[in-house]
């Protein structure tokens, strides 16, 4: 005796609930991104392959046009070459083991850069250059 099931099982997936979390997640994404606003300045970096791990604590930036500008708190302040010093030492306190990142414009002369790191040996922080990914 044959026996019929009453009751079929439906294979068939609904994918609307699944766009509707993508849609949500792009609108989410496409928010925060245009929240997230650089506090950098347009440098043009030289090139390297090299890459650190390590953490820099504060940013000292010199544009193309010679002007200093000290990152402490998430936005770069300008400052005069003297003044640099003094907003590192601010900004270190008494950190074992300081970092500090240097952003010059490859168009700055080598003496500015120089003067930049004979600061930081002067104060034993420890310095990186930055540079951008070679091609």
Excluded: C, W
Excluded at 10 to 17: E, K, L, R
Excluded at 45 to 50: D, G, I, R
Excluded at 58 to 65: K, L, R
């Amino acid at each position: 005796m044959a026996l019929k099931r009453r009751n079929k099982v439906d294979a068939s997936f609904s994918m609307s609930s699944m766009t509707d979390i993508v849609f949500l997640l792009l609108i989410f994404f496409m928010v925060t991104s245009t929240l997230i606003a650089p506090n950098a300045l347009k440098l043009l970096l030289p090139e390297s392959n090299n890459q650190t791990a390590a953490k820099p604590i504060t940013t000292v930036s010199i544009t193309a046009d010679l002007k200093y500008y000290v990152n402490t708190d998430g936005n770069p302040r300008r400052v005069s070459f003297g003044e640099i010093e003094p907003a590192l030492q601010g900004a270190m306190g008494s950190e074992e083991d300081a970092y500090v990142s240097l952003h010059a414009d490859k168009s700055v002369p080598i003496e500015q850069v120089v003067k930049v790191m004979n600061i930081a040996k002067r104060n034993k922080y420890k310095m990186i250059l930055a540079t951008a990914p070679e091609n």
